[in-house]
Structures are given as C-alpha cells and as structure tokens.
C-alpha cells in the first residue's frame, strides 16, 4: 500500500509533512529544517533513503518502498532527551500496533 500523503495532512492540519521519493537521509533533511527555523512537529519521510544514519553514525539501510522512513522536528526543552527518545519509540511501536493491528519490531532507542 502506497503511503497516504494526504490522509496523514488531513489527519495532522497544520503539522508540516514533507515526503520525498527518496532522499540521503531523513535525519539530514530534517536537521536542514530545523537550522532553517522549521516549526516543532515537523515530519519528513521518505520511501527510500540513500544514506540513511543509525546508531552512533552507522549507515541504514532503507530499501524502497519496504517501510516507513520518517524524522521529526521536536522543540522541547527542559527534559531528559535520552529518556524522550526511549518513551517516543515505545509510544510510537504501540500506536502503530494498536492502529494496524500488525506486530511492530522495536531497535532501541527509537527506531520502530
């Protein structure tokens, strides 16, 4: 099933959502909007990932059209980042399991 570009904006008015075919890295995209002043909650994705960053700077690798790609801009302060990412990768696991009734595999810290 293809991803719904306009379901998810109708679902989140006034979130940001870029989607691109492919890109290097939606980590990279993402950090770019931010240095430019993007908003909090800014979602980018991607089928595929040329360049896709794991762990510690480890290379990703991100098939076309095998999952999901996505990173978010998230302006929060005065909390634990460790502790924000390990709670997001859970909330998100469980948000995708409950939704679509699929098992979803989680590769701590966040990657789901």
């Not at 979130?15 to 430019?36: G, I």
């Not at 098939?63 to 997001?88: F, K, N, T, W």
Request: proline share 6%.
């Amino acid at each position: 099933m293809a991803f719904q570009l306009d379901v998810v904006r109708s679902e989140l008015p006034g979130w940001p959502v870029y989607w691109h075919a492919q890109v290097d890295s939606t980590m990279n995209e993402a950090a770019r909007l931010a240095a430019e002043g993007c908003p909090h909650m800014t979602a980018v994705g991607a089928d595929e990932q040329t360049a896709g960053i794991g762990r510690h700077g480890h290379r990703w690798h991100s098939e076309p059209d095998a999952g999901l790609y996505v990173s978010a801009v998230l302006r929060i302060g005065g909390c634990s980042q460790p502790a924000l990412m390990l709670a997001l990768g859970l909330a998100v696991k469980q948000a995708i399991e409950r939704t679509c009734a699929v098992p979803v595999d989680l590769r701590w810290p966040n990657d789901v």
